[in-house]
């Protein structure tokens, strides 16, 4: 087994030590619904098989699990416009897609803009934090200026409008 293959598999046996710890449970607001692409939950969130993606040895950011999705509003301030006209809007996408990658996600698309808003980019990334820790990574250049938004799905707003909480207005 290679040293790679070697230390792969110590992670996802680490991963999966945590996971079905009987004081852990895992915490995602995309817990996946299919057992054969996300493994195998008790009713409590608790994993209780490893996800699939990991069995076959295919590793991922996210350990099998589906990826929060983000728009990042963007404003180049002078110096950030200065190296977007120096390199281009190509190369600027490729930095974007590396950087992503780095926290673990994808880029899905790219879009200059008119306007008050210099681009923006959809990406799937792991969670909140690693969404965190791209803005603030990329804002602390100050080349940018961002603005991360979490997108939900359709099926997420219809899951929320049929908690139907209950919320007592401020002075009522």
């Not at 992670?11 to 895992?26: D, G, H, M, P, R």
């Not at 997420?156 to 007592?168: G, I, K, T, W």
Request: aromatic share 6%; hydrophobic share 45%; glycine share 10%.
């Amino acid at each position: 087994m290679a040293d790679g293959q070697a230390q792969e598999l110590a992670a996802v046996e680490v991963w999966f030590q945590i996971a079905t710890a009987s004081s852990l449970k895992i915490v995602s607001s995309r817990r996946p619904d299919s057992v054969g692409e996300s493994g195998s939950y008790d009713p409590d969130g608790k994993a209780t098989r490893l996800p699939y993606m990991l069995q076959a040895g295919v590793g991922h950011a996210t350990m099998g699990t589906s990826m929060a999705k983000y728009l990042a509003i963007i404003t180049y301030t002078a110096e950030g416009l200065k190296g977007l006209m120096d390199k281009g809007g190509t190369a600027r996408v490729e930095a974007s897609r590396e950087f992503v990658a780095g926290a673990g996600g994808s880029l899905e698309s790219f879009y200059f803009a008119l306007g008050a808003d210099d681009a923006y980019i959809v990406c799937d990334l792991p969670d909140n934090v690693a969404a965190a820790a791209t803005a603030m990574s990329a804002a602390a250049t100050g080349m940018v200026v961002n603005r991360m938004v979490a997108l939900l799905t359709p099926e997420e707003v219809d899951q929320a409008a049929a908690a139907r909480l209950s919320y007592r207005a401020p002075g009522s």
